[in-house]
């Protein structure tokens, strides 16, 4: 990919995801601030950035809004965030498990569940990707900060 193919802006439009609370708007700031970091992200047709990309709800579906930051339009791409729902559930019951686990837990448990969290992250960072697949280019590393973007954007199971 060539040196200007990234997000240079990243923007979330609030009004469509569910309400949060200030420990999930902390995680949403945190998850941009790293995929802003370092990434690479290339629409397809695309011939040069940087981009300003702007992430919404609508349905079920996740969509990312892609522009130059110059202005120029780069359409949107959007998919489903349905098959996603059972890698999140899963990735945040694994989480409180690894957070419960560094209270009372050996380091060998403690390993073994960060094994396990580290696993359905890849699931889910490689979802990403695929569900993409058609309208970007993005390296692994990218599709991982994405995935935690996803997982930040979603409401937690109670």
Known sequence: MEDDHYIAELHIDSDSLPVTSPEMEHERRVAIFDLLEENEFKPKDSPSGPYAV???????????????????????????????????KDY????????????????AQIEAIDMGRRGLHNEG??????ALRNSLEIDFNTSRRFFTL?????????
Request: charged share 30%; aromatic share 10%.
């Open 54 to 88: 702007t992430i919404f709800l609508n349905d079920d579906r996740l969509v990312l809004k892609i522009m130059r930051t110059n202005g120029a339009d780069r359409g949107e791409c959007s998919f489903s965030i349905k098959p996603f729902r059972r890698v999140v």
């Open 92 to 107: 945040f019951m694994i989480c409180e498990a690894y957070h419960d686990a560094i209270r009372t837990s050996t380091s």
């Open 125 to 130: 960072s490689r979802m990403f990707s695929d």
């Open 150 to 158: 996803l997982c930040a954007l979603h409401r937690r199971p109670k």
